[in-house]
Each structure stands twice: as structure tokens, then as C-alpha cells.
């Protein structure tokens, strides 16, 4: 089977093979596993696309990239045996894993595309991700589809897609290249676990590459620790699930995604908005730019209310902690809401200020509350409307991530939220064309406004005289 791609940027052709199960190394027990009143919530119900891309080791010219990483997922879930199931639900949308054990779809598959051709910025959105990442028809479902898509595709003569079977727990598709570089596209069910979750088990499965016979940190599921109360009871204020009226008419046409680079110089720069004494966090700095600059582009109404969502992992603030290896969402995103003409007009430290606060109104009790509101409200989405929701997985750098071919050139998510989700964005920390090192962030807007965007963020970093936005991406993905 072939499939051709293209783009203004590149174009390769893709043949696949038929698929194979990779299932635990042993048998592993066959369980019903529930989520947690955190994981199933409507806001989590999506895939989302992450990417590695590695460069050819002269070390490793006689491993074969498809053997070593099928071999080593197999030996993971013997581990994590959850993965290797299906997802079911019960009454009230409460989902649980049904651990078959079933196993991995693993394709090889071949690519006439380098890693050369694309480009030296490794950034989201990549071009042609469909060919990188399959879109398996009937796998955006989250019940019965599989936990996790993985595909695997070498540098120089290959590139893969994975087949219409949709019964797993796992997908993965390799193509096997000749120049020794490969790319991992990853597609994860948010429900299962988090980012810290996601890079601990993408951990686990590097080391079993690597040689290891266990994970250095064994997996811990305990979704019991994140249940609602009995009763449920909602103690906070929980801005986040706002029921918001829609005051213009939404539409997808015309959407485009780019992402921007933040170097030290950019951070550096945004700091100086700010005065000297007040204290912030290089997250603060970019969240608070990429609100600003946002809701300036979307042209909202002065008098709107316009919200930010800020994800804040709550494992450390547990009492006691959550137990290392706990690999469930352990997450809020608290909300800060002010209007559109308040966040523009005001200093920077303003917006600044109001999402350094929100991220401190994270706490056990806070997330308990989530987890009861989840059930008293029927497991509701967070609010879209003039929103946007922000996640950080700089901090866990996932180019660490290391399966014998050393560090990735990339590591992170291929492109921001889509569909419902086209308000998500996620920080990851990435390198530029230049090898500086920062952080680097995917975002969706309607074209117009997108160029809007540019030129703000141009004049907050001081770029004045730029007419394209110094450190963004030129790769651009239309929806």
C-alpha cells in the first residue's frame, strides 16, 4: 500500500506493511482499571500528537532503530500493561481501562523523504504530520481505539502509516530509513496519564532500549488517590468551567498554526516590561506575552471578559505528596479573568502579575474540588470561549528522552490543540536554526489575525523593524 504527501515545502511518497502486535514480553494480568475522577474528564478526552526526531550515530550504524524500540515497547509494558488495553465506559461516563494485554500495532514502512529536507528549524507545526502521524480513521474516539499511536519513521528512504485497525492498545508504525536518522510520532490519549506521566514513561521504554531489564522508577497507578468525595462537594472557585456565551460567530475556515521561539535575548527582553522588583517566573513571562498578544490579534471587545487557563501540576502539593511514579493526570488549570481592554491597556506586569497569581490558588484542595465537580457536573469541558489554555512541558525536556541515538533534536508536541481544543498551547523547550536554545510554542488563529499576532509580539520583543516575527517558524499549517 502507498500513500503521497505534500506540502509548499516537501513531498515523499509512503509504503507501508501490514501491521503486527507487539504485546508484553510476559503475560500481564488481565484487570478492569478506573480512571480517576481527573483523568476522565471531557477535557481530556483527545489525542494528542507528540514528536522525536533523532539523527543518525555512528555508534549505532549496526542497530536496526525498528528492532530495538518494537523489542524495548514490549519489555515496557510489561510495566506499564495498561497501555496495551482499551479504554471502556461505565454509567455516568466514568471510563476505566480494560488491560487485555493485547498489545502494540507495529508497521514498518518505507519513505523516499530526508531528514535533511525538513530544514534546519525542527519546529511545529511540521509539514505533512498526517504522513508522520496517520490519522486512522474511527482512532479520534477515545473508547475501544487505542491509548497510544505510535509510528516510527527512519530518515532517507522511508516513512510510515498506520492501517485502519483500531481494536488495540497501542499502535506503532516504523519505516525504516537508510541514512540511520528516524522520527517518532506519537499519539497520546490524554486520559492515561500527564506530561510528567507521558516523559516518565517514555523513560521507562528509552531505557529498556538502552539495556535496562526494569524501569529506574516503577510505574504507580493509584488513580483511587484522585477520586471525587463522597458526597462530592465544590470548595473553589472554579473560573475555569465558566459557562460563557459566544458573543461572534466562531468559525475554523481559514485557520493557520505557526509556532515562535523564545531565546534568553526574547525573555530578556520581556523582563524589561516589568519592573525590577516584581517577581515572576520565565512562565509568567510568556504566558502573560501570548495572552496579551493573542487578544490583541482576535481584536476582542474592550469590555469582554477573557480568561487564561494555566495548567499547574499538583503532585507536590499533596500532603503527603503523590507517590514517585504516580503516572496519572495530576493536574488543574486555574483560571485568570479579566477584560480585553484591562489586559491590553495596562502595563505588562499587569497580566503578568495576574497569572503568577492563579497559579498559586493550585492545591490539594483545589484539585480534590475539580474531581468533585467532574462528577456533580457530568465530567464538563473548561470553558472556550475567549479562552486559552496553557501547558508547560519545558521543564520536563523530553529531548532527553534517549533510546541508544543520544539526544533528540526534538522532543515535544507536533502542533497545538486542534478541533475543539484550537485554544490549547503548549510549551515546549526546543533549539532554533541558529542551535540557540529556549522555549518554543505552536498557536492557531484565523490568518488575518495570525499576522496581527506577528506584529505584536515583534513590538514587544523590541523587534520594530522585522516584518516577519524574528523567531517564529515559517512552516505554516492551514486547518
Not at 104 to 129: K, N, Y
Not at 303 to 320: A, L, T, Y
Not at 322 to 347: D, E, M, Q, S
Request: aromatic share 10%.
Amino acid at each position: 500500500m502507498a500513500a503521497s504527501s505534500s506540502s509548499s515545502s516537501l513531498n515523499f511518497t509512503v509504503r507501508r506493511c501490514q501491521p503486527q502486535l507487539v504485546p508484553p514480553a510476559i503475560p500481564t494480568p488481565h484487570a478492569f482499571k478506573p480512571l480517576s475522577d481527573i483523568d476522565d474528564q471531557d477535557g481530556l478526552r483527545f489525542h494528542t500528537p507528540m514528536i522525536q526526531i533523532y539523527k543518525k550515530q555512528a555508534s549505532m550504524v549496526e542497530k536496526d532503530p525498528v528492532q530495538v524500540i518494537r523489542q524495548a515497547l514490549s519489555q515496557t509494558l510489561v510495566f506499564y500493561y495498561p497501555f496495551a488495553g482499551r479504554l471502556i465506559e461505565g454509567p455516568n461516563r466514568k471510563l476505566m481501562v480494560d488491560c487485555t494485554g493485547e498489545g502494540a500495532m507495529f508497521v514498518e514502512a518505507d519513505a523516499d523523504v530526508t531528514l535533511h529536507q525538513f530544514g534546519d528549524s525542527l519546529q511545529p507545526p511540521f509539514p505533512c504530520f498526517h504522513e508522520l502521524l496517520y490519522d486512522v480513521p474511527g482512532t479520534q474516539q477515545i473508547t475501544n481505539t487505542p491509548l497510544l499511536l505510535v509510528q516510527l519513521t527512519l530518515e532517507k528512504v522511508s516513512g510510515s502509516k498506520m492501517l485502519e485497525l483500531v481494536e488495540y492498545g497501542i499502535k506503532m508504525q516504523v519505516t525504516r530509513l537508510q541514512c540511520g536518522a528516524f522520527i517518532l510520532a506519537i499519539g497520546l490519549n490524554h486520559t492515561i496519564c500527564d506530561a510528567p506521566g507521558y516523559k516518565q514513561f517514555m523513560s521507562a521504554w528509552a531505557e529498556m532500549a538502552r539495556g535496562a531489564t526494569k524501569p529506574s522508577i516503577a510505574p504507580v497507578w493509584r488513580r483511587d488517590l484522585l477520586i471525587a468525595r463522597d458526597p462530592p462537594r465544590i470548595t473553589c472557585n472554579h473560573r475555569e468551567f465558566d459557562q460563557v456565551q459566544h458573543t461572534l460567530p466562531s468559525s475554523d475556515e481559514n485557520l493557520v498554526q505557526r509556532s515562535f521561539f523564545f531565546g534568553p535575548l526574547d525573555i530578556a527582553a520581556l523582563r524589561r516590561l516589568i519592573p525590577q522588583h516584581q517577581h515572576c517566573t520565565t512562565f509568567d513571562l510568556i504566558t502573560a506575552c501570548l495572552w496579551r498578544c493573542r487578544t490583541k490579534a482576535l481584536q476582542i471587545e474592550t469590555d469582554e471578559d477573557v480568561s487564561m487557563m494555566c495548567i499547574v501540576n499538583g503532585r507536590g502539593r499533596f500532603n503527603p505528596p503523590l507517590p514517585v511514579g504516580y503516572y496519572g493526570n495530576a493536574f488543574a488549570y486555574p483560571a485568570t479573568v479579566t477584560t480585553a481592554g484591562k489586559l491590553c491597556r495596562k502595563p505588562f506586569g499587569y497580566a503578568v502579575e495576574l497569572i503568577n497569581k492563579v497559579k498559586g490558588e493550585m492545591t490539594e484542595e483545589y484539585l480534590q474540588s475539580v474531581a468533585d465537580l467532574m462528577v456533580m457536573k457530568g465530567r464538563c469541558l473548561f470553558t472556550t470561549v475567549r479562552s486559552c489554555i496553557v501547558s508547560s512541558l519545558a521543564r520536563f525536556n523530553l529531548r532527553e528522552v534517549d533510546f541508544g541515538w543520544g539526544e533528540a533534536v526534538y522532543g515535544g508536541v507536533a502542533q497545538a490543540g486542534a478541533g475543539r481544543f484550537l485554544g490549547v498551547s503548549y510549551f515546549c523547550s526546543a533549539k532554533n536554526g541558529k542551535g540557540e536554545e529556549g522555549i518554543i510554542f505552536p498557536i492557531w488563529l484565523p490568518a488575518e489575525a495570525m499576522e496581527r499576532f506577528a506584529e505584536e509580539f515583534n513590538l514587544m520583543l523590541g523587534n520594530k523593524n522585522q516584518p516577519q516575527t524574528r523567531s517564529a517558524t515559517f512552516i505554516m499549517s492551514t486547518l
